[in-house]
């Protein structure tokens, strides 16, 4: 089958594979009262099997790039197992994870032997006391030496995911960047996203990206160009600096028009957009390997129902309560 197309004639080379709604963290946008589970006892994550064969047809169908992310995926017990699942598929030459930091120092080299080929981690501050009080625990010397290891591991680049919040760390972007100056770091501004538990925070602390690109330009930032399964950031780059900047401003116009990327849910149900609504169950046709060629062609159906654009402006979060149920 070809390439998993839509009727924008947007092509998806890129698969965010949600392996688990639980996370240890209790972010102030994401889940501040702390993971509460929901949908009753009976509740599973996609097991090693499932997540086989998923990724198996995604890859039979032009996907290139697959993202491991949740909750927090790194509290999987299989996580290592996971990875090495993804990697049987030669077609994926990019395996990547996001994760709070939280096992990095302890597991990186592990994930690394197994197949992970590049690490995005979330760090809102640059100051212990804050990013205490933002993510409801105290490790940000655990997450920094986590950094460190991923660079003894062999990654030749970390990226770092810093959600751009008014009154908290938007004047701090010299600290930021200071931090870049010697280390390969991408770091990436990613605009708050309104969530239907996060209005009131949204309203308190959404700032646009745009001040951080006036700033970066006026101080001789140049934009990078980016291959074709890369996330939606602009990239910036700068001689005086190994780091780079990037910024994810999902309520610029035509943000969606380079939408490359599909989402599974850590039960197993295909999401069209971040902020869709619903979600188009596959779990049916992961039970076994038989069914690979319906799985397929159910998700090359789906995507016919994909919309031009998602409609944030609008206040609409679709049925997005946060981001830990489906991977942000
Ligand atoms: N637990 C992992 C982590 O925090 O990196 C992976 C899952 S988390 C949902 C993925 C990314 O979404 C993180 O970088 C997080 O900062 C971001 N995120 C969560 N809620 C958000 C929101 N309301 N607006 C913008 N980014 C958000
Ligand atoms: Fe957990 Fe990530 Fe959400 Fe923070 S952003 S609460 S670490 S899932």
Known sequence: MSTFTDPWERKFYYLRL???DVCNFRCSYCLPDGYRPTGGNNKSFLTLDEIRRVTRAFAACGTEKIRLTGGE???????VEIIETVRQNPEISNIAMTTNGYRMARDVARWRAAGLTSINVSVDSL???QFH???GQDKFRQVM???DAAFTAGFDKVKVNTVLMRGINHHSLQTFLDWIKHRPIQLRFIELMETGEGRDLFRQHHVSGEVIRERLVAMGWQRRDQERSAGPAQVFFHPDYLGEIGLIMPYEKNFCASCNRLRVSATGKLHLCLFGDGGIVLRDLL???SSQQELQERIAHSLLQKKQTHFLHQGNTGITQNLS???G
Request: no cysteine.
């Open 18 to 20: 949600s392996i688990t």
């Open 73 to 79: 995926p790194s509290l999987r017990r299989d996580f």
């Open 127 to 129: 100051d212990a006391n």
């Open 133 to 135: 009080a933002i993510t």
């Open 145 to 147: 030496d986590g950094i």
């Open 287 to 289: 039970q076994s390997d």
């Open 325 to 327: 149920f489906i991977g």
